[in-house]
């Protein structure tokens, strides 16, 4: 990992309270991604961007956060997964869409 320029705490205030994080920017970043999260999992869970479809609540609470995003997004739903990724592979087809996506977005080969 590069060393970072910045590393810094960051709060940042909302309706609903504030959002505390953590800002750690490698000096050679091309791009910065925020991520914000409510769904009462970790900000460093490494399941955060996808949902399992066993996890019928958490696929509809995603579904419906995605619908009403304005920014690029992609919703991954791992056939027969459940919450925690726990079955055998699905956590490293979300390793795997999530590297497909970043790439994508950030224009890498």
Do not use: Y
């Amino acid at each position: 990992m590069a060393p970072c320029a910045l590393t810094h705490q960051v709060c940042i205030p909302s309706a609903g309270g504030d959002l505390q994080g953590d800002l750690a920017l490698p000096q050679s970043a091309s791009a910065l991604v925020l991520f914000a999260h409510g769904s009462g999992s970790g900000r460093r869970s490494p399941r955060n961007r996808a949902v399992g479809a066993a996890d019928v609540d958490v696929l509809e609470l995603n579904a419906w956060a995605a619908a009403h995003l304005h920014a690029s997004h992609d919703l991954l739903v791992v056939p027969g997964a459940g919450h925690l990724f726990a079955e055998p592979g699905a956590l490293e087809a979300v390793a795997q869409a999530s590297c497909r996506w970043f790439s994508h977005q950030l224009g890498c080969r």
